[in-house]
């Protein structure tokens, strides 16, 4: 850390480098063989050598998935088994199998009963009564927008009671306005951040499953609103300062709103 010297708006601590390289994650995995789920229906194949990441990658959540780990948003605290790093353990297996059974490659048969043992894994022990909604990781009652996926991914039917509560809930403890922060609890580092562009695009989409679509249609322009004459989004947004904070222009803000757009407009 170098400490005498403020960040942007006089933020603290100004830390060289990044401790990810020695995080574990868990969730990576889902995204990846989704996004060659994807690439297979838009191309009506499956080349080899996806179909040898995808292996790869279900082999590693064979063997990983039960750990604890630091989760999609990198936190500086000790591993906890995380709702949403479960949830993409669970699609990494799930389109695997998808992939093999639409496109003529051989499954490894152990997929689909580990697939079973971790939804009922999450649905165990990700799932708090008391607070209503998934939490961010089986050890305690706090509340991540990651835990959206439970629902956006299809582990859980959408119609489900538990999704639209956890829906409710984050919505009432995330939701500022027109943006959704990640969530509220201490992350060890000092002062507030803003609310994620890409969280507010979970919701809408969680919005759109559950039949709010008035509602997801606010928020998408309130999104849109906040873009400003660049007509870009940044990676957070301050609601009470209205101003854009984080990385500028961020990729992922921009995928998550086109995502909804074609939602939308579907």
Known sequence: MIDSLPGYAGSRPVRVGNLADQQVQLDV??????????????????????????TAMASAVSQRWFEPDHGIW?????????????????????????????????????????????????????????VQAFTTAYEGSDLDAASLHVGLSGLIDPSDERFQATVTAIEAELR??????????????????????????????SYLLIGRRTEAEELFQQIVDTAGPTGLLSEEYDPIAERSLGNHPQAYSHLGLIRCAQLLSA
């Open 74 to 130: 990198e936190e500086r605290d000790v591993p906890r088994h995380h709702v949403y790093s479960k949830v993409m353990c669970w699609v990494t297996l799930d389109r695997a199998v998808k992939i093999a059974e639409a496109y003529g490659r051989e499954a490894d048969p152990s997929w689909v009963p580990l697939r079973d043992q971790i939804s009922q894994d999450v649905v165990k022990n990700g799932w708090h009564p008391d």
């Open 29 to 54: 995995f889902g995204p990846v063989v989704e996004l060659v789920a994807h690439l297979a229906q838009a191309t009506g194949r499956v080349r080899d050598v996806d179909w040898q990441l995808v």
């Open 176 to 205: 500022s306005g027109s943006t959704v922060y990640r969530y509220r609890r201490d992350d060890g580092l000092p002062g507030d951040e803003g609310g994620f562009h890409l969280c507010a695009a979970w919701l809408i989409e």
